[in-house]
């Protein structure tokens, strides 16, 4: 007989998925910020993301517009992994700066759909980098609203 572990579906421990699955829950790796309900110009922005840039590499989304969840990370900065970002996507989650969610080009919003979409992270110099995906979704993006 003997005290063998709890099995949870898939052959881990219930133990530690209940242990990992409290950790996700509570531990963000954006501090401090506040989850936001996103305005409809955001599923517009989404739509023109996929159209114009995701779809070319996807066959379809790695997420869905209604399963990403939005922060508003106060102040100008965005600190995670040891940087500052003015976005930052992981998984499911977008955090934005203020600066972010004030700019009416939606660009960084943008950018940051697109890491969700097609599960693609990109070099720190990205911005330098022309004929990229997310160099050219960028510039599409400036492009719709006459630039900068």
């Keep these: 007989m003997g005290d063998a ?75 995670a992994r040891g940087e500052r970002w003015v976005g930052y996507w992981i998984e499911d989650r977008i955090y934005l700066t203020l600066p972010a969610l004030a700019d009416p080009k939606l660009l960084v919003v943008k950018h940051e759909l697109l890491h969700a979409m097609t599960g693609m992270a990109h070099s720190a110099d990205w911005y330098q980098r022309p004929g990229t995906l997310f160099w050219d979704c960028w510039v599409k993006a400036e492009g719709e609203h006459g630039g900068t």
């Design 5 to 79: 572990p709890v099995q949870a579906p898939g052959g881990d421990s219930l133990m530690r998925v209940l242990v990992l699955a409290f950790l996700f829950a509570c531990v963000s790796p954006v501090e401090p910020s506040r989850r936001i309900v996103p305005p409809p110009a955001w599923k517009q922005a989404a739509d023109w993301v996929w159209e114009h840039c995701a779809s070319k590499v996807r066959e379809r989304p790695i997420v869905s517009f209604n399963r990403i969840q939005f922060y508003a990370v106060d102040g100008e900065v965005v600190k």
